[in-house]
């Protein structure tokens, strides 16, 4: 069985910083890739920002400049550095992996429970 367990949410003040984690436990043999994703109220879930095994990194355009993915292999564990924040980023984020348990056996994509980011004054 594998897990994903984010934590690092709360509530930030315009323009203020919050770091997320998102780390992975289990049967794992290889992870590909990894993201973040988030939904908010009342609006379907969308990509913020995906980071290859290899670090090559993507972002939304509505995070580009102020968000920063990285992960560390060792740990299996992927990071969203979350810069200047805005009201509008107020949403539940979900982080994203694609696992490998086994030789032989395919990948799946594995989701975390999710944290509560709160952007308000």
């Known amino acids: 069985q594998v897990q994903l367990v984010e934590s690092g949410g709360g509530l930030v003040q315009p323009g203020g910083s919050l770091r997320l984690s998102c780390a992975a436990s289990g049967r794992i043999f290889n992870i590909y890739g990894m993201g973040w994703y988030r939904q908010a109220p009342g609006k379907q879930r969308e990509l913020v920002a995906t980071?290859?095994?290899?670090?090559?990194?993507n972002y939304a355009d509505s995070v580009k400049g102020r968000f920063t993915i990285s992960r560390d292999n060792a740990k299996n564990t992927v990071y969203l550095q979350m810069n200047m924040l805005k009201p509008e980023d107020t949403a539940v984020y979900y982080c994203n992996a694609d696992i490998r348990i086994s030789v032989g056996v395919v990948s799946s994509k594995y989701w975390g429970q999710g944290t509560q980011v709160t952007v308000s004054s």
């Open positions: 980071i290859t095994s290899h670090g090559r990194t």
